[in-house]
């Protein structure tokens, strides 16, 4: 794939424009995997396969009726320019029907192999830095049996790359503190304290 085109074409389906993610982490994926972000298909359910199922790794999903998934996806993506959700799918493993061969060979049709990670960044608009973004990563998830492959450091690589060509003048997240080495792998370093209200 030359190493500024993506294998994804704009599309109605996807939540924002495939572009804003740099053709070279792509490449840094292993064999098969692409790097795409969240499409309105993504919650078909093939056990073990859809994005819902991966982000149990995280923590409670519950039980997200087919409507509700896409209620939630018309919202973010009538404002796409605030939600980036992104998701890795691993294509050697085809799901019921085999790939339909596309318009061009760059092109890979989404939800047709396996979801095994997924990841946010919300930019939010401030009137501090002068109307200052900032990029909020949130909601990190890699299936169990994929971790260990950098596929995680590729979702936090694509996520800042994200963040910084929407123009965010920083990226921050929250994390437990047996995650800390995996930001630090990443780039991150340890700035304030975390502190939560729950209702
Ligand atoms: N402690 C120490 N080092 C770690 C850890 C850890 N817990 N996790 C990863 N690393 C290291 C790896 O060894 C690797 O190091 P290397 O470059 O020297 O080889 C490097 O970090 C990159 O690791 P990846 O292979 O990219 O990590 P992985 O794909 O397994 O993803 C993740 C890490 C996302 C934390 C995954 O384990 C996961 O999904 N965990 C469960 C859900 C979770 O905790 N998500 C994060 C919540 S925080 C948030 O969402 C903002």
Known sequence: MPANRSPF????????????????LQ???PS??????????????????SFLKTLQVLTTVGSISDQAFQDRFTYLKQ?????????????????TSPP?????????????????GAGTVLVERKFIHELGLVGHIEDIAVSADQQGKKLGQRIIET???????V???????????????????????RKGVEMGWYV
Request: glycine share 6%; aromatic share 8%; net charge negative.
């Open 100 to 116: 339909t061969p596309s318009a061009t060979p760059l092109l890979v049709t989404p939800g047709r192999g396996k979801i095994v």
């Open 32 to 49: 098969g995997y692409v790097i795409r972000p969240l499409s309105r298909t993504d919650n078909q359910i093939r056990s073990n396969t």
């Open 9 to 24: 074409k704009k599309s109605d389906d996807l939540l924002f424009d495939p572009a804003l993610i740099p053709a070279a």
């Open 167 to 189: 123009g965010c003048y920083k990226v921050i997240l929250d994390c437990s503190e047996k995650n800390v080495p995996f930001y630090e792998k990443c780039g991150f370093e």
């Open 79 to 95: 404002h796409s320019d605030q939600y980036y959700t992104i998701v890795i799918e691993d294509m050697n493993v085809s799901s």
């Open 159 to 165: 996520l800042m790359a994200i963040g910084e060509q």
């Open 27 to 29: 490449e840094k994926l």
